[in-house]
């Protein structure tokens, strides 16, 4: 069977022992839409162009065309099915072991009744995460207070030496020292809007090492993948800087971990989008103690934050 493969966060949901969505799709295991699926090739390629800068700006044009055209079809809520390629024609080795299958004329013992050969052995399950994604895919209150959003004042921007797409940013967030960021933003948030704001900061993340610098955080933003619109998370001007993010109703978590692991950061990232033009989890406002952190103008209602 023949699918194409999503790797990581949106695709972690789907296949968290790790197979492959196709493995999943094609067993029958996994039951996604054309638009669900459309939605993960597309994250995928965000992911890969923001983070990584590994993407060229073809591929995620063509993610993005790709899933426009798919949720104006009349058939997206139809299911993904795959679809098998011819048989592959027996090589030399698959000959040989046909041959040494059949019973020999020289009357030697067939080759069929030999003892089947020791099965390779199983890889070891990987050692538990911080805490499990349920079943489903989808973000508890409990996975969200394991991460550590802060409000960050940005010092300073500049785009990294020898590259169109990456923003080597240095925050302040109540720190002895500074944050260092490396953000895929440069073609879509000019300096000028970074530089002297507040942004809504992730800093409990691996630290990631981009284009050979290391970013020690990262910077939220709203993304729509109809239009390809990314503006940045906007906190309250009044927010203390260094002040941590919370959902309306509860209040600051004392449950934040050192450092998250994908098993919990990829669903609670999956369930932070635009509602009512604010951010939210699962649909619940993202706040500090002056008020709600709000997307910016213009986003569309559902744009995913990541």
């Known amino acids: ?6 790797s990581g966060g949106d695709a972690g949901r789907w296949c968290p022992d790790g197979k492959g969505l196709g493995h ?4 029958g295991s996994v039951q996604l839409t054309k638009l669900e699926y459309a939605k993960l090739k597309l994250a995928d390629a965000r992911r890969k162009f923001w983070w990584y800068g590994i993407c060229a700006d073809a591929e995620l044009d063509a993610a993005r065309a790709h899933y426009k055209k798919v949720s104006e079809s009349p058939d997206r809520d139809s299911p993904v099915e795959a679809t098998t390629s011819a048989p592959a024609k ?17 009357g030697k013992k067939d080759a069929s009744k030999a003892k089947p050969a ?34 960050a004042h940005v010092i300073s921007a500049a785009p990294v ?23 895929g933003l440069q073609k879509h948030v000019a300096v000028n809007e970074l530089e002297g704001h507040k942004v809504m900061l992730i800093l409990n ?11 020690e955080a990262m910077i939220m933003c709203s993304d729509d993948p109809k239009t390809g619109v990314v503006k940045l998370v906007v906190p309250p001007q009044s927010a203390a800087i260094g002040e941590q993010v919370f959902l309306e109703g509860g209040e600051a978590s004392t449950s934040t971990v050192k450092q998250l692991k994908s098993a919990v950061w990829d669903p609670v990232k999956a369930a932070l989008f635009v509602k009512g033009g604010a951010a939210t989890f699962n649909g619940t406002p993202l706040r ?19």
Not at 24 to 27: N, P, Q, T, V, W
Not at 90 to 106: F, I, R, V, Y
Not at 118 to 145: I, Q, R
């Open 205 to 215: 993340l691996k630290t990631a090492r981009l284009a050979g610098i290391n970013s």
């Open 161 to 183: 030496e020898n590259s169109d797409k990456l923003y080597l940013c240095q925050l302040e967030v109540g720190e002895d020292k500074p944050r260092q960021v490396v953000t």
């Open 288 to 306: 500090v103690a002056s008020g709600p952190v709000m997307a910016a103008a213009g986003v569309d209602e559902g744009a995913p934050i990541k």
């Open 90 to 106: 027996p090589g030399k080795a698959q000959n040989q072991n046909q041959k040494q299958g059949s019973k020999p004329k020289d």
């Open 118 to 151: 020791k099965e390779a052995a199983k890889p070891k399950p990987k050692p538990a995460n911080n805490a499990p994604p349920p079943a489903d895919g989808s973000a508890t209150v409990e996975m969200f207070e394991k991460t550590l959003f802060k409000v």
């Open 1 to 6: 069977v023949q699918f194409p493969t999503i």
């Open 24 to 27: 999943h799709i094609a067993s």
